[in-house]
């Protein structure tokens, strides 16, 4: 394998489809350690040696877009974290660090953030504005792949160097959804937007590469970029990729093992899963089934009929995570105690429907055909529905016909697949007229839960019980990226959604935060209360 060796970066990784919830006709809306994987030994840096410059490349496709606000391609994605930058960054454990953002204040009642912007620069000198992040948010709003997080964002103004998002409902969690790129203003329809991160995307005669920038606005302690340029080599396909990587100068690549078009690797490599945000579920016709419309006690006892570890490691090639709750394990709002209450027990599930009298005839999965690996997995769910006493079979429709059924509630269950905003937000399922609310999903009191968890992130255990028992949605596992490198690439990847390179600017949220205060008679003194 011939291999150039590579840039020592201390970064992280974060790769999404879509945030918020997504409508399935916006298709498809276990940290740790590196895998090393390989016979070859790691050969240690002594720690007087200073670092080389060294030279690597990474893949995109040259055909699809370049924009962050739009593009919706996980390769091209790769490359946005080194070139541009929000107002927050969000790591690995679901905590969103300041970027662009300077400082920020929240009112008293949680619904309205005022975020300050830092003296940064794009990358050609000019300075950020608040014209620039309206622009921006305007775009992403409108944009598939971001639009679901501006559910609960009535508005957002600005003037100065302050941006002012006024909320519909008390959201303690605002800046986990504000990581969104800001570019220029003159430029979000461009299809390469100028950025502020450390590296420029640019064109050159042989085709294109990230160009150091060295005028770069800020500094990172995580991150040491000591290549001048890195080159970008064009690809067709998921093989293609591949193919660069094992045999040339490709450094680093993010693959999706759930995806039909994921080639295998095999040569010496460094692995990390990287979790995107992609939810796996059974939805259940509430409204029009004749098998669970009445039922809800079938309904919350489907959990104990699926083996889901089963799904992850055989369907799923161990790149996703079980979940019994509607949020990823990863993050703080899972509750591994609620969640084991759940968890897959065959002869739980046969003792409930012992006294229910069963249908007459088989319950109907409807699922999209053109999914292979949705395909498989909804046949292994029915085949444990079946084993279970609850005869299932498979309805077997291609992504129009399948979302023409679901529209016209002609099913019992489907396999629906959709991306969670990293606060893993519930409301599109259970609002009325919500995006994801088919055929009686939605539901008053889950969507006050919904709110409650928002204003509070400690009561998302309110809502995660109240949603398994009422059995609307039944969870299933939340998916992953995986991430390639070079061994030796890289001396800390640290995989977070959405960003492949993630590094700090060396403050916290809590840094950045403007504390309320108040007066002697317990009135807020200043602040945007």
């Known amino acids: 394998m011939k291999r150039t060796a590579i ?25 740790g350690d590196a895998l090393v994987y390989g016979d070859s030994d790691i050969a240690e840096q002594s720690s007087d040696e200073e670092a080389e410059p060294q030279e690597f490349s990474l893949a995109y496709y040259a055909d699809r877009s370049l924009n ?38 929240v009112s008293e009642s949680y619904k309205t953030y005022t975020v300050y912007l830092a003296d940064a620069t794009f990358s050609d000198g000019t300075a950020i504005t608040v014209e620039d992040v309206l622009a921006s948010y305007s775009a992403a709003k409108e944009s598939a792949y971001y639009g679901g997080r501006f559910t609960h964002i009535a508005e957002i103004s600005g003037s100065g160097s302050a941006i002012i998002f006024t909320l519909d409902t008390a959201m303690e969690s605002l800046p986990l959804l504000l990581d969104i790129p800001i570019v220029k203003a003159s430029e979000v329809s461009s299809d390469q937007p100028l950025g502020s991160g450390p590296y420029i995307l640019e064109k050159t005669v042989t085709g294109a590469q990230l160009r150091k920038n ?16 890195i080159p970008l080599v064009a690809c067709d396909s998921a093989a293609a990729i591949r193919d660069q990587f094992e045999f040339s100068d490709v450094g680093l690549v993010c693959a999706d093992p759930c995806s039909d078009s994921y080639a295998d690797f095999r040569c010496d490599y460094e692995l990390w899963d990287c979790e995107n945000g992609i939810f796996l579920y059974l939805g259940i016709n509430v409204a029009y089934s004749d098998v669970f419309k009445d039922n809800a006690s079938l309904r919350a006892n489907l959990t104990y009929a699926i083996d889901r570890d089963k799904l992850v490691s055989e369907n799923y090639r161990g790149f996703a995570q079980a979940a019994t709750l509607p949020a990823s394990p990863s993050s703080p709002y899972y509750s591994a105690g609620l969640a084991s209450k759940y968890t897959y027990d065959p002869v739980r599930f046969v003792q409930a429907i012992s006294s229910i009298k069963k249908p007459e005839e088989p319950v109907e999965l409807l699922v999209n055909r053109d999914d292979s690996l949705r395909l498989r997995t909804a046949r292994d769910i029915a085949e444990m529905l079946t084993e279970c006493g609850l005869e299932t079979v498979t309805v077997e429709k291609n992504s129009s016909d399948y979302m023409r059924f679901i529209l016209a509630g002609n099913y019992d269950l489907y396999l629906g697949q959709t991306r969670l905003s990293a606060n893993m937000d519930l409301s599109e399922f259970f609002r009325p007229w919500g995006e994801m609310s088919y055929n009686g999903l939605s539901d008053e009191s889950l969507y006050v839960l919904c709110k409650d968890a928002l204003e509070n992130s400690g009561n998302y255990y309110n809502l995660h019980q109240a949603v398994a028992n009422d059995g609307r949605v039944c969870p299933i596992l939340f998916c992953s990226y995986s991430v390639y490198a070079e061994r030796g690439l890289l001396t800390d990847l640290q995989p977070a959604r959405d960003n492949v390179f993630y590094y700090t600017l060396g403050r916290t949220a809590e840094d950045a935060l403007i504390p309320i205060d108040y007066d002697s008679n317990g009135n807020v003194a200043t602040g945007v209360g």
Do not use: M
Not at 7 to 31: I, K, M, Q, R, W
Not at 84 to 102: H, K, M, T, W
């Open 68 to 105: 962050p606000l739009t593009c919706k391609d996980y390769t091209n994605r790769v490359l946005f974290s080194l070139v541009y930058q929000g107002l927050f960054s969000v790591n690995r454990d679901y905590e969103a660090v300041p970027i662009l953002c300077d400082r920020y204040e």
């Open 7 to 31: 840039l020592t970066l201390c970064l992280s990784l974060l790769l999404g489809l879509f945030s918020g919830c997504a409508a399935e006709n916006t298709p498809y809306v276990p940290h």
């Open 214 to 229: 060295p005028d770069w606005w800020c500094s990172s302690p995580d991150l040491d970029a000591t290549a001048e340029a």
